[in-house]
């Protein structure tokens, strides 16, 4: 199982249709995966070591180092195919990557 985390400023409304997109799409894939959606000012390094990567939504200092890979899925957000798939082919890559 993949853990992916998405995080938007209120932790409702982008976070929540990125994990949709995700799983509906890596799922069809044949992925095995699960994506949590927060707000962004709960994301901290204890959260993200509970997760195998992290899709931002817009690219945030966060304060610290993330050890973990980072995709930037807020094209996902435009629900134009075109600009979607380089996040999901992106995303598979990372998870091909991970060896799990």
């Not at 853990?3 to 095995?32: F, M, P, W």
């Not at 509970?50 to 899925?73: E, H, K, M």
């Not at 094209?75 to 992106?90: F, H």
Request: include cysteine.
């Amino acid at each position: 199982m993949i853990k992916i985390l998405a995080a938007c400023g209120a932790g409702v409304n982008s976070s929540h249709q990125i994990k949709s997109a995700l799983e509906t799409e890596l799922k069809n894939r044949g992925y095995d995966v699960t994506c949590d959606a927060v707000m962004i000012k709960d994301v901290n390094q204890e959260l993200l070591s509970r997760y195998d990567i992290f899709a931002q939504i817009a690219s945030t200092d966060l304060g610290f180092d993330i050890n973990i890979p980072v995709v930037d899925a807020g094209a996902i957000l435009y629900r134009i195919p075109s600009m979607a798939e380089p996040v999901y082919q992106k995303m598979e890559d990372v998870i091909k990557s991970l060896n799990k």
